[in-house]
């Protein structure tokens, strides 16, 4: 049973270009959670997939946006990369919505911004 | 987001040693959940409580949920190398967003 796996595990990219982070969540589970987790902080939770719509947000500006697919996969895109956005990137899935808090973790994708 | 504050920050001990690290909110939680993370892994859910007072235990772990709901500690017996790793406590919050603390740090002398 493969659990929650993210692609790609690495990348470079520039100031002002585009990222798209995917997540497949660990089988039977349809809700997908990103964080962003900056070096030596805990995640900071960015916005949540629930039925292919985004169910809640974080404080987050409008260049993260995402999208799930009917087969639950999950993408995280940003825009105008800037510095800042250099982080470790949490895909997250758990069945139903999470209220309890029990989510499962992919081994994340680390973004470099130069 | 909602302040988690955690502490200590780091811990360097030997080997066998017990550890004990806290967490603390100015906000009531209704679930307490502790997660570690490894070098270049995602968090992994230990310990997840959910009734003020509550006590559980996870083999070496135990984790207790404050009486004030503002609060909760996490101990370690007798601990070993592969304890290394970031402990973060979390909690959700406003829905289904979960919030993290800023982490505890623990490192372990052979």
């Known amino acids: 049973d493969a659990g929650v796996t993210q692609s790609p595990t690495h990348l470079i990219k520039t100031r002002g270009q585009q990222v798209t982070l995917r997540c497949s969540p660990k089988?039977?589970?349809?809700?997908v959670s990103w964080y962003q987790q900056a070096l030596g902080q805990g995640p900071q939770f960015i916005f949540q997939y629930y039925e292919e719509e985004e169910r809640q947000r974080g404080n987050f500006p409008d260049r993260f946006s995402g999208h799930q697919f009917p087969n639950y996969s999950s993408e995280l895109n940003v825009n105008a990369l800037l510095l800042g956005d250099s982080a470790l990137y949490l895909c997250?899935?758990?069945?139903?919505?999470?209220?309890?808090?029990?989510?499962?973790f992919g081994e994340g994708s680390r973004l470099t911004v130069l | 987001g909602q302040q988690l504050n955690q502490s200590p920050q780091s811990m360097f001990i030997q080997e066998g040693e017990d550890v004990s690290m806290n967490c603390t909110s100015s906000s009531i939680f209704n679930t307490w959940l502790w997660y570690k993370q490894d070098p270049g892994e995602g968090p992994v859910l230990l310990i997840a409580?959910?009734?003020?007072?509550e006590l559980t235990s996870n083999g070496r772990l135990t984790a207790q949920f404050g009486i004030t709901r503002k609060d909760s500690f996490l101990n370690i017996s007798a601990s070993i190398p592969s304890d290394v790793g970031i402990y973060f406590c979390?909690?959700?919050?406003?829905?289904?967003?979960?919030?993290f603390g800023g982490g505890t740090r623990l490192m372990v002398k052979p």
């Open positions: 089988s039977g589970h349809d809700t």
């Open positions: 979390a909690g959700p919050w406003a829905g289904n967003m979960l919030t």
């Open positions: 997250a899935s758990s069945p139903g919505a999470g209220e309890t808090g029990e989510l499962f």
């Open positions: 409580l959910y009734k003020a007072g």
